[in-house]
């Protein structure tokens, strides 16, 4: 059941089912009670990446089946607040192999393509239609603090493993699975970190004692977060270290467009834009094999590479609707930055690329394919959720321009990544789809508008183990991403100076990494999708032991981090499926 808020208002329960035939050919269909005429762009979107989303985290490629999404009305439907049912009962089937009703409940939130349940409007009608009706609404916990007090039957989830142990009864549970980065990587962070540290402090002693709308503190402050923590946490070193150097730059740039106007930044957008090519023709020259951690930061670097262009983008058209010189200049500074990182990038790579495992051409291919289709869900429905946004809400001119540079900008990656999939180059597609998907969450995901620690923290939570969940079935099969703990670990730093969403976005971004080689296991697993090693696709049956949710869900658990401690242990999975029996129902 799904509630729902009509016109004027008004407050209803909409009954949701999802039909899956395996195996199948990927078609997903979302219709109404009179077909699909009266389904909306947005609900359409956030459906179909509903069902891709609960499918991936239950181990099956969506390619391998079909889906049947159908909304109980017959009025028209259009909104993305049904997306969260549809991702957890599309998990929950998968993972049980069985018919499923969710008795009792009435779900609402809008679903991210990393698994959260995200924010959504009118969950004060929503809870007490459901409540009237004798339902427990579940909601997304960024809406906690959006509901009155006299919703008393409502459970708050973070995302799809706290939606599945609400619905299933089963106790909380914590998934912790980590993995060392080489020693090439942190010496290269610590480097990088100590060039921008210089770079920054040079630029402060020629800014000091000039007049900008902003203090230099900011600076300072991020050059001595660098310092203290380049030992521990090398790549939080370098990302608090870059960011007093993108302030340092934004600065020289705002006194620059000061003394030069409006023509000399279209004049240094055009040389930016020179060297983005140079750039890319020094990318494209690399070789296309190499280690995981090879390929996958030479995508960042296209990635970086895709960031500083679509910036560029925008300055562009801040000029040309004149906008003011202090927000040209934080764009132009930005760009400039980006730039400057995609050596570093380069130079990490190409020492890290004979580390194992070696990935060939060809699986390049094959994983440029399979995250593609991910991401190109995930952008349709980031871009009709800003059409929805725009159309339905009031908002003010200068916000509704900024949705719409944001539509131009992650359609322009996609645009970009499609280009570079039909020349052959699917390194380069991987960095530009990599940060579509980026663009995506930022848009897609709606954190809570009063921040508060338990709200937060219980997002955390469930990104670690959506995010652990993911890394147990990659390093089992010999695939790591370098990015993911580099992330976690600055989303800690960052946590633990009470910078509480810039955490929630690190660790975003590391589950994001996760499921870019995640994809690739889906592809190429067995003919049904279903991947060896992965929280089983049927509920375990372990001999003696009560057929009970909880033993479900614990197992599962048990699964995925004997899998983990098989792969560090050096201990094979073979020795360890000796010790258990485990029959699929």
Known sequence: MVPAVEGGGRGSLVNVTVTIVIPGSGVIRVVGERGEATVGGTTRASMTMAV??????????????????????????????????????????????SNIKLEGFAVTGAISPDGLSSRVGGVDVKCNVAQNAGYTLILPLANVPDVGPRCRSM???????????????????????????????????????????????????????????????????????AREVVDRHPYAAASFAFVAYVTAVQSQYYLLLEERGAQWARSEVSSLRSEVERLKIELDSKPRSGSSYYLEFLATAYSRLADANTTLQSVESMIGRGYTVGDIALNLGFAKARLDTVRTWISIAESLRGEKPVIGEGLVGILASAFSDYVRSSVFYASELVKYMVRVYNLPEREATSLRIYLETVEGLLGRADSEISKGNHLAALGFYREALSKSLSRIFVPPGVVRNDIVDGYIRELSNLQSLLAASIVSSGFVSGLAPAYVDYAIVRYKLGDLISSLGLLEEAVASTILWYTLLLKTASPTGVITGVTPPAQPIVPGAPRSNADTLNYSITVALAILLSFLLGITISTWLSYRVMRVA
């Open 52 to 97: 891709k989303t609960g499918s991936l985290y239950a181990g099956y490629h969506w390619g391998s089946l079909d889906a049947t999404v159908r909304i109980g009305t017959s009025e028209e439907v259009e909104g993305p607040s049904g997306g969260f049912a549809v991702a957890l009962l599309t998990y929950l089937m998968l993972v049980t192999h």
């Open 155 to 225: 459970v708050a989830v973070g995302g799809l493993f706290s939606g599945l142990r609400s619905v299933r009864g089963t106790p909380d549970a914590i998934i912790a699975v980590s993995y060392p980065l080489p020693g090439g990587f942190n010496r290269s962070m610590r480097e990088a970190a100590q060039r921008y540290i210089g770079e920054s402090e040079r630029l402060l002693g020629e800014l000091r004692g000039s007049r900008l709308p902003w203090t230099l503190d900011w600076v300072e402050g991020n050059i001595s977060r």
